[in-house]
């Protein structure tokens, strides 16, 4: 199957810096990613997705970038508050398939 | 209704029982999704449903896991003869379209124990 994984497990940030969310994936084939939040006892919720023909997406406060050389995305959380503790996942998905794969997840956790 | 709803939120069963699960999807959704979500894992695709065609079962773990969507709108998840690795949160979401690039709105899940 995909591989999609993460590089750090856990990430604690003090409140009002930056955060950055890694995410490798394995399929060069894969051309649409998103990353989901999921906070305790929640599904998952979208929060930003990106194709491979860009390089970078921006949203509120989020920022995705892809980088389709190495297989690499990552998310930025700029000024994380509290709120934003939670667990990252990135999924990656291939046009005309049915199924995304995801990472394991990321905890982040905020320090006020 | 307002978003995914999922029933029982908290399913504790034994050994060799048989359990349902249930998905009520966003309305107008056509797409439906179930995940199994293990403990500190990510989300492990179960099976797709789109419209009136026949569901993806490929990522059903075995022979006692089976889906059924009823009238393109409710799902229920089965297990039966429990086992213990079964335990687990099952997810369900659904989406407009079974298109890759449209986004998947997931319910609360389902936490599965079984003793």
């Known amino acids: 199957g995909e591989s999609v994984g993460l590089h750090l497990p856990t990430l604690s940030v003090q409140e009002g810096d930056n955060s950055i969310i890694n995410c490798a994936y394995s399929?060069?084939?894969?051309?649409?990613f998103i990353w989901y939040k999921q906070e305790s006892g929640k599904g998952p919720q979208f929060i930003i997705d990106?194709?491979?023909?860009?390089d970078k997406r921006q949203g509120q406060r989020v920022t995705v970038l892809l980088n389709k050389t190495v297989k690499h995305l990552s998310l930025q959380i700029a000024a994380t508050q509290p709120g934003d503790s939670a667990v990252y996942f990135c999924a990656e998905n291939m046009e005309n398939f049915n199924k995304f794969y995801f990472g394991s997840g990321t905890k982040l956790n905020v320090k006020p | 209704g307002a978003g995914v709803s999922q029933s029982p939120s908290n399913k504790v069963t034994e050994k060799g029982k048989d359990v349902e699960l249930r998905c009520d999807p966003i309305?107008?959704?056509?797409?439906l999704y179930w995940y199994r979500q293990s403990l500190g894992q990510g989300l492990e695709f179960l099976i797709y449903?789109?419209?009136?065609?026949?569901?993806?079962k490929s990522g059903l773990p075995s022979d006692r896991f089976s889906a059924e969507r009823t009238g393109g709108s409710v799902s229920t998840l089965t297990i039966q003869r429990t086992q213990q690795e079964d335990s687990a949160v099952y997810l369900c979401?659904?989406?407009?379209?079974?298109?890759?690039?449209?986004?998947?709105?997931f319910g609360a899940g389902t936490r599965l124990s079984v003793l």
């Open positions: 979401a659904s989406s407009l379209q079974g298109l890759s690039k449209n986004i998947q709105y």
């Open positions: 449903f789109q419209g009136n065609s026949a569901p993806d």
């Open positions: 309305s107008g959704h056509t797409a």
């Open positions: 990106i194709r491979s023909n860009m």
């Open positions: 399929n060069s084939a894969s051309d649409y």
